[in-house]
Structure formats: structure tokens, C-alpha cells
């Protein structure tokens, strides 16, 4: 376990990858039929899925739509879930937290169940690590904690440094991005709110 952060390597077991697959399965699609929805060559998509590549978050975003799936769908159950019977549905325990494990960036769920309009996580990031080449830009509201180390986040290409115990919040139509350029790992404590679709029309 790292020791700054609290995340367990247990949790990751399972590539993205892996789920990436089940979920094309699922959905009837070809893989030539999902690289032409997403814009992602058939190479790519078939590495990530054996886990011999770790997708950027960009990369993850436009696989997750083009199969129209939510992001919840994404995360891989705990490697060792506990049942809590009898606990409320609003309620999720620190031992039972679905993982995305993108390789030096994990994502860590932290809302109870299907929450589209609320989605709270924890992102560990490796040091040297960020969220992808390039910056994100869909409808959404966006916050967050640093919880742990430094990292810099871009905003309209405007590049901020922050530390434990700093937060931030804007609008996710904005282009941005996550990295880590410490020496240390990072963690950061993120928020998606409801999207407000009459200011993105």
C-alpha cells in the first residue's frame, strides 16, 4: 500500500483492458467497428484490451462513448469484495472501492452506485505521470482536493501548481489536464457534477 496515498495495488489487478473487451463483447461490436465510432485504430484498441498498452484518459473517453457505456461501467470490481449486509444504498466502504487501473494513473471509485448526475474518485498519479497527451474538453462540472504531493493542472492552457490541501473547480468544457512532475506519487480527490446541457447547446 503507498503510504501517502492509501491506494493498494490489490485493487488493480484487473487492466481496464480487460473490461474494455467484455463490455465490446457485449455490445455486439467488432473491433474495426469500434475504432471507426471512436476514432482509435484497431492496433491501439487491441493492445489496450490484451494489456499491452494503458490507455490515456482522452484515449479511455472516446472508447467509453462510442460505445455508450457509463463511466461507472468502466471500473473493475474490488480484487476482494466485502459484503456489508444490510448497509445503505448511499453508502460506499473503504474495502469495496472499483478501480480503473490505466498503469501510472488510477482511478478510484468513490460513489455509492450509478450516480449520473455525481461521480467522486480518487486519481493516483505515478510520478512523471499525467492524464494523456492531450486536454480533455466534454460538458461537465469539475472540482476537486489534493489529497496527497504536487501536481499541475491545466486549464485553458493555463498551467497551475498544486499542493496537499489545495482545490480547484471549473467548467469541463474548458480543455485540461492532470500531471504529476514531482519525484513522488500524487492523489487527488476529483468531482464530475451534473451536466448542464442548456450552457453547452
Same mark, same amino acid.
Given at each position: 500500500?503507498?503510504?501517502?496515498?492509501?491506494?493498494?495495488?490489490?485493487?488493480?489487478?484487473?487492466?481496464?483492458?480487460?473490461?474494455?473487451?467484455?463490455?465490446?463483447?457485449?455490445?455486439?461490436?467488432?473491433?474495426?467497428?469500434?475504432?471507426?465510432?471512436?476514432?482509435?485504430?484497431?492496433?491501439?484498441?487491441?493492445?489496450?484490451?490484451?494489456?499491452?498498452?494503458?490507455?490515456?484518459?482522452?484515449?479511455?473517453?472516446?472508447?467509453?462513448?462510442?460505445?455508450?457505456?457509463?463511466?461507472?461501467?468502466?471500473?473493475?470490481?474490488?480484487?476482494?469484495?466485502?459484503?456489508?449486509?444490510?448497509?445503505?444504498?448511499?453508502?460506499?466502504?473503504?474495502?469495496?472501492?472499483?478501480?480503473?487501473?490505466? /498503469?501510472?494513473?488510477?482511478?478510484? !471509485?468513490?460513489?455509492?452506485?450509478?450516480? &449520473?448526475?455525481?461521480? $467522486?474518485? *480518487? =486519481?493516483?498519479?505515478?510520478?512523471?505521470?499525467?492524464?494523456?497527451?492531450?486536454?480533455?474538453?466534454?460538458?461537465?462540472?469539475?472540482?476537486?482536493?489534493?489529497?496527497?504531493?504536487?501536481?499541475?493542472?491545466?486549464?485553458?492552457?493555463?498551467?497551475?501548481?498544486?499542493?496537499?490541501?489545495?482545490?480547484?473547480?471549473?467548467? /469541463?468544457?474548458?480543455?485540461?489536464? !492532470?500531471?504529476?512532475?514531482?519525484?513522488? &506519487?500524487?492523489?487527488? $480527490?476529483? *468531482? =464530475?457534477?451534473?451536466?448542464?446541457?442548456?450552457?453547452?447547446?
Amino acid at each position: 500500500m503507498d503510504q501517502k496515498s492509501g491506494f493498494s495495488a490489490e485493487h488493480s489487478e484487473e487492466h481496464v483492458g480487460a473490461t474494455l473487451r467484455l463490455l465490446r463483447k457485449q455490445k455486439g461490436m467488432s473491433l474495426k467497428a469500434l475504432a471507426e465510432a471512436s476514432g482509435v485504430s484497431v492496433g491501439m484498441i487491441s493492445q489496450v484490451e490484451r494489456g499491452l498498452a494503458n490507455p490515456s484518459v482522452r484515449l479511455l473517453t472516446s472508447l467509453r462513448r462510442a460505445l455508450n457505456v457509463s463511466f461507472q461501467e468502466l471500473f473493475a470490481k474490488p480484487a476482494s469484495e466485502t459484503e456489508h449486509e444490510g448497509d445503505a444504498d448511499f453508502v460506499r466502504r473503504a474495502d469495496n472501492r472499483p478501480v480503473i487501473d490505466l /498503469g501510472d494513473l488510477q482511478k478510484e !471509485l468513490l460513489t455509492p452506485t450509478d450516480k &449520473p448526475h455525481l461521480q $467522486l474518485m *480518487i =486519481i493516483h498519479i505515478d510520478a512523471g505521470a499525467e492524464s494523456g497527451g492531450w486536454a480533455l474538453s466534454y460538458p461537465a462540472e469539475k472540482g476537486g482536493l489534493v489529497l496527497a504531493g504536487e501536481v499541475i493542472l491545466s486549464v485553458d492552457g493555463r498551467n497551475v501548481a498544486l499542493s496537499q490541501g489545495d482545490s480547484f473547480a471549473f467548467d /469541463g468544457m474548458r480543455p485540461h489536464s !492532470l500531471s504529476n512532475v514531482s519525484s513522488e &506519487p500524487a492523489s487527488v $480527490l476529483w *468531482i =464530475i457534477g451534473a451536466v448542464q446541457f442548456d450552457r453547452h447547446l
